[in-house]
T-cell receptor, first 119, second 111 residues
Framework: SQTIHQWPATLVQPVGSPLSLECTVE??????LYWYRQAAGRGLQLLFY??????ISSEVPQNLSASRPQDRQFILSSKKLLLSDSGFYLC??????????????????FGPGTRLTVL | KQEVTQIPAALSVPEGENLVLNCSFT??????LQWFRQDPGKGLTSLLL?????REQTSGRLNASLDKSSGRSTLYIAASQPGDSATYLCAALRNDYKLSFGAGTTVTVRA
């Protein structure tokens, strides 16, 4: 079975400090990987997604970057955190699937999340 | 740009009552509509996925309907239980294969 891990679970960092959040997936190969941020009372905002090693697409220009050094490892980073970077960060994976009618049918599987507080 | 809205933002019902959660989306060109559950401080768990060609999908006490032409989906939870208390999010899979999420409906089922 597949599992997804995120760490750390919680993090409190001062403004201007660096950030590194890690996500790893087990039990599947060549997954699509995603980083989302969830602010209080708002929906999930897609930050980055990756369809393969070294292939990163950014959804929203910002203070963050992502890397995929291995097939099942996805890292979210920042050189200098801002107050506005506070939030709940979620990693997710999916493997594309299509119905017999050619309709996309896969869902995304989410990790437990990292609560980041920037002070 | 796909915008997904969920109303109400919060809902409180007594145990045993049926729940009706609403989701609307602005662009009907979607591949599927998904419902997720999120417990406080946790990640999301997939509940149901309705393909764009389907009208509804059922799993146990959960039933989700989809009306693409009107841009609406509804999640029904029959005979609610305290364990159903959580935030429920809907998400539309866009034609670029990315999910657009609503802000969620937080449900409290009172024992």
């Amino acid at each position: 079975s597949q599992t997804i891990h995120q760490w750390p679970a919680t993090l409190v960092q001062p403004v201007g400090s660096p950030l590194s959040l890690e996500c790893t997936v087990e039990g599947t190969s060549n997954p699509n990987l995603y980083w989302y941020r969830q602010a209080a009372g708002r929906g999930l905002q897609l930050l980055f997604y990756s369809v393969g090693i070294g292939q990163i697409s950014s959804e929203v220009p910002q203070n963050l970057s992502a890397s995929r050094p291995q097939d099942r490892q996805f890292i979210l980073s920042s050189k200098k955190l801002l107050l506005s970077d506070s939030g709940f960060y979620l990693c997710a994976w999916s493997v594309p699937k299509w119905s017999s009618g050619g309709i996309r049918t896969d869902t995304q599987y989410f990790g437990p999340g990292t609560r980041l507080t920037v002070l | 740009k796909q915008e997904v809205t969920q109303i109400p933002a919060a809902l409180s019902v007594p145990e045993g009552e049926n729940l009706v959660l609403n989701c609307s989306f602005t662009d009907s060109a979607i591949y599927n509509l998904q419902w997720f559950r999120q417990d406080p401080g946790k990640g999301l768990t997939s509940l149901l996925l309705i393909q764009s060609s389907q009208r509804e999908q059922t799993s146990g006490r959960l039933n989700a309907s989809l009306d693409k032409s009107s841009g609406r989906s509804t999640l029904y939870i029959a005979a609610s239980q305290p364990g159903d208390s959580a935030t429920y999010l809907c998400a539309a899979l866009r034609n670029d294969y990315k999910l657009s999420f609503g802000a969620g409906t937080t449900v409290t089922v009172r024992a």
